[in-house]
């Protein structure tokens, strides 16, 4: 539903396509290329939706032959811009196909958005955010992030028809798989780069704080060919009890807070994580081809594993701990450096150099 609040250059105007989907003819963009429309509500259901950005007739795969956009007589846009104002998240349970040439879809929505089932099909790029936009002139500049969530559920997310997807929100929580080709995730509260997509400064947060800037269910994950995720707000760290799969590598994790791996983090090539703590719980595993972890203190739990096919390194400021059943391997070179180590009952094996440099080291079998 457009709002009808917003100005005429700003209503799209929502019609439906021969089969009865909804089909939305987006408004003229700007010179930058940015297509900018406004919605009381942007919910899309399981028939799906099409974004008409075509000039002329155009065959889509969700609607068949669907006719031209009035509103491009200068041409098609970059950027699909769906502005949500709302009290209400946005609700995505179908796919969102862009008609005739191919855009970067952005939703928009500070009141959070919950997909469920969601694709995109002839997009370039997929951004789902809970910032306000902010432009300069007719150009997207950056996304003000200062509350919302993104949820994906049941059905969940596949985004890997486009290039590129990005999940800017202050909390994000996957309870199912969300699939992409390069994944990048910012969370916390912050000013966002509309381009690079990355944070450039805090953003004053309103509303109660979330408990995880990344909070990953058992049943949940991510599967792209890159990823990065980058946690930025004080205390706020990553609950991963699924799966983060880098399939293509890397797989780079920022987080100002803990992070606490039940599940399984996995990268083709490169896995850096850079946190305050990192806890890798029982049972659980870290492994890529190269293998970093940088933080305060590292927790290997009984029967977990930290592995790289390649080097591996671990800089913990003030402790390593590896338990009972433990394994910390390494396929080439291993560096440990910490002012207190712990190997109790556990294993460390590097296949190339071990460097192994603290203050105390307990080396036990208990």
Not at 42 to 50: E, H, K, L, N, Q
Not at 224 to 252: K, R
Not at 289 to 294: A, F, I, N, P
Request: hydrophobic share 45%; aromatic share 4%; no cysteine.
């Amino acid at each position: 539903m457009a709002d009808p609040n917003a100005p005429g250059r700003q209503r799209p105007t929502v019609l439906s396509a021969g089969n009865g989907v909804a089909l939305v003819n987006i408004q003229t963009p700007s010179a930058a290329g940015v297509s900018r429309n406004s919605y009381r509500q942007f919910d899309v259901g399981a028939p799906g939706a099409i974004l008409n950005n075509s000039r002329g007739e155009a065959q889509t795969q969700l609607g068949g032959w669907v006719g031209g956009n009035p509103w491009l007589a200068t041409g098609g846009a970059r950027i699909i811009l769906n502005e949500v104002n709302s009290s209400d998240p946005s609700r995505l349970k179908g796919p969102i196909e862009v008609a005739g040439q191919r855009a970067e879809v952005v939703i928009a929505n500070p009141s959070g958005i919950q997909v469920d089932g969601a694709a995109f099909l002839n997009a370039s790029g997929v951004t789902l955010t809970t910032g306000t936009p902010v432009f300069n002139g007719g150009a997207l500049d950056a996304y003000l992030v200062q509350r919302g969530q993104v949820s994906v559920e049941g059905a969940g997310l596949d985004t890997r028809d486009a290039d590129a997807t990005a999940i800017l929100a202050r909390a994000t929580q996957l309870n199912a798989a969300l699939w992409a080709q390069r994944l990048k995730l910012v969370s916390g509260a912050n000013t966002v780069d509309a381009a690079s997509q990355l944070p450039t400064g805090a953003a004053p947060p309103t509303g109660d704080a979330p408990a995880f800037a990344l909070d990953v269910a058992a049943v949940g994950g991510m599967y792209a060919g890159q990823i990065q995720l980058i946690g930025t707000e004080a205390g706020l760290g990553v609950n991963n009890q699924g799966v983060i799969s880098a399939e293509g590598g890397p797989l780079q994790l920022r987080a100002d807070g803990w992070l606490v791996n039940a599940g399984r983090l996995q990268s083709e090539g490169e896995l850096q994580v850079q946190a305050k703590g990192v806890d890798n719980a029982a049972g659980a595993v870290i492994v890529g081809e190269r293998v970093g972890l940088s933080a305060e203190a590292v927790t290997n739990g009984e029967g977990a594993v930290i592995a790289a096919r390649g080097d591996l390194s671990i800089q913990a400021r003030e402790s390593i701990s590896n338990r009972r059943g433990g394994l910390i391997l390494s396929g080439a070179d291993m560096a440990l450096a910490a002012d207190r180590i712990e190997n109790r009952s556990a294993r460390i094996e590097a296949l190339g150099e071990l460097d192994v440099k603290a203050r105390v080291l307990i080396n036990a079998n208990e």
